[in-house]
């Protein structure tokens, strides 16, 4: 198979003395004794970029999303600390792309593993691009129908809408959120509340886990990935939105 941007971005990285890489949140991260130098995020939240975040010399930042904003851009989480942001399908050198890398590295390696570098090593341009599955797994046969489905059982509730929340649709009673779709480390996820005391109840059934960031609040997500029974999401669904709907909205659910 031709070599796509992931298996490029892995070249520039994994070259390098102790370079290792591991995932983060469903993203690669690359590493070096323990301290991350890049990562690499495809359609992060739905920000409709192919990148990868660098860690970057003292004013690198600004003088490059300044200079170059179609190539650079101030990252999320990290940008505070001075990282840097490279679009990598809008047409930048893929030595320039080794180059930064090299940078990164040497923010965070060692000084003696940096000052053991060699020659930065030719990166050939990927000859594949993502395909739109890969860019945005809910583009998939599979996460359209579910997707579909889903939705046409939330918006059948009293007063519930659809929007956007992190990159992903989202079903809200009013201006809470009851049920969420998403892809999480190529899995097709849908989360809705249950409580607190069911969460443990629910994750003995290996479709179940607690999510990362709500999963205090009480919510619980399922695997869809392969299949789906939908008188079971119907009723968590239901169970959900009821939890957050405003009396009036129940008053109407009931007739």
């Avoid at 660098?54 to 999303?65: D, E, F, I, K, R």
């Avoid at 650079?72 to 840097?84: A, E, I, S, T």
């Avoid at 890969?134 to 939705?151: N, Y």
């Avoid at 059934?205 to 609040?217: F, L």
Wanted: glycine share 8%; charged share 20%.
């Amino acid at each position: 198979m031709a070599k796509d941007i992931g298996a490029a971005v892995r070249e520039a990285c994994l070259w390098l003395p102790e370079a290792a890489e591991a995932m983060s949140h469903g993203s690669p991260i690359f590493k070096v004794r323990g301290k991350t130098f890049a990562m690499y995020l495809v359609n992060h939240h739905g920000d409709g970029r192919v990148a990868l975040w660098l860690s970057a010399p003292t004013g690198a930042q600004a003088l490059y999303t300044r200079e170059e904003p179609k190539h650079f851009f101030v990252p999320p989480y990290v940008g505070h600390r001075g990282w840097l942001g490279v679009q990598l399908d809008k047409g930048i050198s893929w030595q320039r792309v080794a180059k930064l890398v090299r940078e990164a590295y040497e923010q965070v390696a060692p000084a003696a593993l940096a000052k053991s570098l060699g020659k930065t090593p030719a990166i050939s341009a990927p000859a594949r691009k993502l395909t739109a599955e890969e860019f945005d797994p809910l583009q998939s046969k599979r996460g359209q129908a579910v997707l579909e489905k889903l939705r046409e059982m939330c918006l059948a509730l009293p007063e519930s809408s659809e929007a956007v929340q992190f990159g992903s649709p989202v079903w809200r009673a009013g201006k809470k959120t009851f049920a969420n779709l998403y892809v999480d480390r190529k899995r097709l996820l849908i989360t809705f509340w249950v409580g607190l005391a069911q969460q443990t109840l629910f994750s003995a059934d290996a479709r179940y886990h607690v999510p990362p960031y709500m999963g205090h609040n009480g919510w619980i997500a399922l695997d869809v990935t392969r299949q789906c029974n939908w008188h079971e999401v119907r009723a968590q669904v239901l169970h959900s939105y009821r939890h957050f709907a405003l009396k009036r909205m129940l008053n109407a659910l009931g007739e």
